[in-house]
């Protein structure tokens, strides 16, 4: 796929460039992104009202909620393939869409389908491998798990992009994974974490916005645990699930564009492109010219 280097994310990276470029691409996308996200959003909030979570809180009993819990598993893995497929169809639009005019957010429904299921085989099997590393990251307590779960969020990163550029293979994709993903490690790690980092901050502030009309039932719920199947109400209310939605919206197409710079940055570098960022802390190169004096007037 020679036209991605056309792409405007397809470059050599630094952190400010990452985070500049993200935000460039985000306002230039940002309606349709915004849109798109919001419907998921709202439809991934409706399947949730599926849950009745106040009968859950109203229950003492720890087998009997057990087997409550067991009801939802179904439903809960439902949500999850929604949301993963609609994370596939917005990776597929950004990729895609700046180097080919034909492909919309429509047509990028039915056309990343195809790269759906290879990726959730690899998560699959990525999931063992991610059971192990958590488990690693336990023993080494707080720091460990921290650092455990950045790293496979920083692979995960790579997936997508990589099956829908190079191929849909399984096995090449996912050795291609660890090999983009290792190569430039610790920038990977960081521009990964600084992200994150501003997706929470982000979240604990919006959430707050939106659950402050609600606060007296969010407060009674904390102090009077008894009363905590009354206070969940508020989950059910429609201009909170509107509300929790566009919160939603606004950082869901942050990830996939993330993803797209990791990946792009990756292949840059491995092809040695000259579609770098200039240092600003480089002194100025000495070019032949410099070397001799301007003659006099």
Request: net charge neutral; with cysteine.
């Amino acid at each position: 796929m020679e036209e991605i280097k056309n792409h405007p994310l397809y470059r050599v990276h630094n952190l400010d460039s990452v985070m500049s470029t993200m935000w460039e691409f985000y306002k230039k996308k940002f309606v349709v992104l915004i849109i798109a996200s919001f419907i998921m959003s709202l439809c991934i909030q409706l399947l949730s009202l599926t849950f009745d979570l106040k009968e859950l809180t109203s229950i003492t009993d720890p087998m009997e909620m057990l087997e409550k819990v067991k009801d939802m598993i179904v439903p809960m893995l439902l949500i999850s393939v929604a949301n993963l497929l609609f994370a596939v169809i917005l990776q597929y639009y950004i990729i895609f869409s700046p180097v080919n005019t034909d492909v919309s957010i429509f047509s990028s429904i039915y056309k990343s389908l195809k790269y759906f299921l290879p990726y959730l085989i690899i998560l699959v099997l990525l999931s063992f491998f991610g059971a192990f590393v958590i488990m690693l990251g336990l023993i080494a307590l707080i720091i460990g798990v921290f650092f455990s779960i950045l790293y496979l969020m920083m692979i995960f990163m790579f997936i997508l992009p990589i099956l829908m550029v190079e191929g849909n293979n399984i096995a090449s994709a996912i050795t291609r994974t660890a090999k983009l993903s290792h190569k430039g490690f610790w920038p990977n790690m960081g521009w990964t974490a600084v992200l994150v980092l501003i997706l929470i901050v982000f979240s604990l502030v919006a959430s707050a916005i939106v659950v402050l009309p609600f606060t007296g039932s969010f407060l009674k719920m904390i102090s009077n645990p008894e009363e905590a199947a009354n206070a969940v109400n508020y989950l059910y209310n429609p201009v909170f699930i509107i509300l929790t939605s566009l919160v939603n919206a606004i950082t869901f197409p942050l990830i996939p564009i993330f993803s797209t710079i990791l990946y792009f940055n990756g292949r840059a570098r491995e092809e040695g492109s000259q579609m770098s960022v200039p240092d600003v802390n480089e002194p100025p190169r000495v070019t032949v010219e410099d070397l001799y004096a301007k003659p006099r007037e």
